[in-house]
């Protein structure tokens, strides 16, 4: 079912004190996993590894086979807490994945032939993105790497909503199962600044008349 796959520990020592030795002394990032039928379960990963995992985009919308002291479990990344200023992961949550049973999780929106859209190549426009992920709802045997959003024929003054989206097959929109139809992208033309916009040529300042040069005695 997975082609992500990562080792991890349990763990007892809980608490927040207990996660900061973890990431001081170990160079471990704490995690838990909930869901399905089991109780939640506290766990540990190696930090180098599991940045490694996350530098590949699909890990975070595919199911990651994850070994826990050698007992593996499906499961999928449902949130990542990360360092203020740093980045790097400080607590990752993971949910477990039941076979037959739907799941909500997020997957990234992939924009393609931005360059060739009417909006850009024949009227002069500019596509802004207002979304770049969304919710969804899965059987895990249909979960979607990302969904792509054709913008080939995207017109200057049109905006594409959820509703525009050509889902893969078994995928509902979240959103839209509770009538919120939200824009993610618009086409328009480009933003003059204000300074552009008020911009004239300065006069040239008359020349200072050249001084009176003193006759020769």
């Given at each position: 079912?997975?082609?992500?796959?990562?080792?991890?520990?349990?763990?007892?020592?809980?608490?927040?004190?207990?996660?900061?030795?973890?990431?001081?002394?170990?160079?471990?990032?704490?995690?838990?996993?909930?869901?399905?039928?089991?109780?939640?379960?506290?766990?540990?990963?190696?930090?180098?590894?599991?940045?490694?995992?996350?530098?590949?985009?699909?890990?975070?919308?595919?199911?990651?086979?994850?070994?826990?002291?050698?007992?593996?479990?499906?499961?999928?990344?449902?949130?990542?807490?990360?360092?203020?200023?740093?980045?790097?992961?400080?607590?990752?949550?993971?949910?477990?994945?039941?076979?037959?049973?739907?799941?909500?999780?997020?997957?990234?929106?992939?924009?393609?032939n931005e360059d060739?859209?009417?909006?850009?190549?024949k009227q002069g426009?500019?596509?802004?993105?207002?979304?770049?992920?969304?919710?969804?709802?899965?059987?895990?045997?249909?979960?979607?790497?990302?969904?792509?959003?054709?913008?080939?024929?995207?017109?200057?003054?049109?905006?594409?909503?959820?509703?525009?989206?050509?889902?893969?097959?078994?995928?509902?929109?979240?959103?839209?199962?509770?009538?919120?139809?939200?824009?993610?992208?618009?086409?328009?033309?480009?933003?003059?600044?204000?300074?552009?916009?008020?911009?004239?040529?300065?006069?040239?300042a008359p020349e200072?008349?050249?001084?009176?040069?003193?006759?020769?005695?």
């Open positions: 079912m997975s082609d992500f796959n990562i080792d991890a520990q349990a763990r007892s020592d809980l608490g927040k004190g207990a996660s900061r030795r973890l990431r001081r002394n170990a160079s471990l990032v704490p995690a838990v996993i909930y869901g399905g039928e089991k109780a939640p379960q506290s766990i540990s990963l190696v930090a180098k590894d599991f940045a490694k995992l996350l530098e590949n985009e699909a890990s975070f919308s595919h199911i990651l086979s994850l070994s826990v002291d050698g007992a593996k479990e499906n499961v999928l990344i449902k949130a990542l807490q990360r360092h203020p200023s740093k980045g790097f992961v400080l607590h990752a949550d993971f949910i477990r994945v039941v076979a037959g049973q739907k799941l909500t999780t997020q997957v990234p929106l992939h924009f393609i060739k859209a009417v909006a850009v190549k426009g500019e596509i802004s993105h207002t979304a770049t992920e969304v919710e969804i709802s899965v059987l895990p045997r249909n979960l979607p790497e990302f969904i792509e959003v054709d913008m080939a024929k995207i017109e200057v003054g049109q905006t594409l909503h959820l509703s525009d989206l050509v889902l893969p097959k078994g995928v509902e929109l979240v959103a839209l199962a509770h009538d919120s139809d939200l824009a993610v992208a618009n086409a328009h033309m480009p933003r003059v600044t204000k300074a552009e916009d008020l911009e004239v040529d300065a006069p040239e200072a008349p050249a001084a009176d040069a003193p006759e020769a005695e």
